[in-house]
């Protein structure tokens, strides 16, 4: 059976304007809305956890990789996606949360870690060996080690693949990316003034060191299994920043592209990121988006409005007060953003609410919070919304129900409120039927 994400270089190849959105969350309510949508499309949907999500220590959501894509598969099936329009991924699989050790140490853990992802059955795999370890010298670590442990970890990853394939013979083969140009998994930490866009050369760079790396590694034709390569195009955001894609900026990067014409380039951090400028990355050949922080701070500002219209519909003694309960165990479990957030009382109070990182992602499944959510959906199923309110507080959500796309359950609400930064992706990636504009299909030939 041939990749999804084989077809789609197919398609781009015949200058068709398409990519794919990559979701990366562990939210279940969000993931779910992640598969409504593609059953709706019926286009394929790429899902992915990162190392410190999902580990073979279970990560901070607790699930191991087969843990993760069971869920996840079964979701699909409950809700009638067929598995084989589900792409899993594991990204920054590598030495990410073991950085502290010497080298060998978090290469036996990242071999582990990325032989899991591929057993369990995960199809698009990111090797990052781009951080430093304990022992790495000083200074920036070199292009050709970042390489040689990419091509360590990828063979145990095709050793895994053909475990594999003894027990499910019709497994995929998996697709792997690389690169060195990867920004920090969850946006920046500190403001910043400007973005550097990866050089040409040290693009071309990653891809003759993996090249060399494969051949000393004994697999000559290692590279034929990679498909992208993750750059810096010049995007990113902060708790209230966004760097929003130039393409003249990225105009020389995205020429060098050209002479690859088997490898597309993977943009991290591309949250935030208007329609449009969206879709002038895939025309430029970013054609694989990662989003994270994002989908999860839609569902946030769902509930936040549902919220509100409690405030005004429910009495006191019934509320389920979820804004308030999020602040709670946010700041009795600081953990997971106090390394995040800066400044006094007030500015990290607001951070905590609404910052564009969205570390409330990590306090989501928290029970308390969790009660708290179910409460919110039940009151105001009780307590049904005015339609006047809910042009005030979801004027996006409001279009839709008028137009009968979608129901009054609060449930559906929030979800939608994930969905609008789904369709910027779904537009962007040519999922929802758009055609590309004269513009767009010259850009795509030249």
């Not at 292009?143 to 990853?157: E, H, M």
């Not at 071309?204 to 993750?230: C, H, L, W």
């Not at 999860?296 to 019934?318: D, H, I, N, Q, W």
């Amino acid at each position: 059976m041939k990749h999804p994400l084989h077809i789609m270089m197919e398609q781009r190849k015949s200058g068709n304007l398409v990519g794919i959105p990559s979701y990366c969350t562990a939210n279940e309510l969000v993931l779910e809305e992640c598969l409504i949508r593609a059953k709706k499309l019926g286009t394929p949907v790429l899902i992915e956890a990162t190392a410190n999500q999902v580990n073979q220590y279970g990560g901070y959501t607790g699930m191991k990789p087969a843990d993760y894509y069971q869920m996840v598969l079964a979701m699909a099936e409950k809700i009638g996606v067929p598995e084989q329009q589900v792409i899993l991924g594991g990204a920054h699989l590598g030495p990410l949360t073991w950085q502290n050790d010497p080298e060998e140490v978090p290469m036996k853990k990242s071999e582990e870690l990325v032989y899991e992802y591929v057993h369990a059955g995960f199809t698009k795999i990111h090797l990052d060996t781009s951080m430093k370890v304990a022992d790495d010298p000083e200074g920036m670590l070199s292009t050709d080690t970042i390489a040689r442990r990419g091509v360590q970890l990828y063979k145990v990853c095709m050793q895994a693949y053909e475990d594999l394939l003894k027990v499910k013979p019709e497994a995929m083969r998996p697709v792997f990316i690389v690169g060195s140009e990867v920004p920090i998994p969850g946006g920046a930490q500190e403001e910043e003034d400007m973005l550097a866009v990866t050089r040409p050369e040290t693009f071309e760079e990653t891809v003759e060191a993996y090249n060399r790396a494969f051949a000393e590694a004994g697999v000559p034709d290692g590279m034929k299994d990679v498909i992208a390569v993750v750059v810096q195009p010049g995007v990113e955001f902060g708790d209230d920043q966004v760097f929003y894609y130039d393409s003249k900026a990225a105009e020389a990067l995205c020429a060098e592209l050209k002479k690859y014409p088997d490898i597309v380039f993977e943009g991290h951090s591309t949250d935030y990121q208007t329609a449009q400028s969206l879709r002038d990355m895939v025309v430029d050949g970013i054609a694989i988006l990662k989003v994270g922080p994002a989908v999860t701070y839609g569902f946030r500002e769902g509930l936040f409005a549902l919220s509100m219209m409690e405030k005004e519909l429910v009495p006191a003694s019934r509320r389920a007060s979820l804004i308030e309960t999020i602040e709670e165990v946010m700041t009795d479990n600081p953990d997971n953003w106090k390394k995040h957030y800066h400044g006094n009382f007030k500015q990290l109070g607001l951070a905590r609410k609404y910052s564009y990182s969205d570390r409330v992602r990590y306090y989501i499944g928290d029970p308390k919070i969790q009660e708290s959510i179910n409460q919110l959906f039940e009151n105001l199923r009780e307590y049904r919304i005015p339609m006047n309110m809910l042009h005030q507080y979801m004027p996006i959500q409001y279009r839709k129900v008028c137009h009968g796309e979608l129901s009054l359950d609060p449930k559906e609400l929030a979800l939608d409120a994930v969905a609008q930064f789904m369709e910027d992706y779904e537009y962007a990636a040519g999922q929802t039927g758009g055609e590309s504009n004269v513009d767009d299909q010259q850009r795509i030939a030249s």
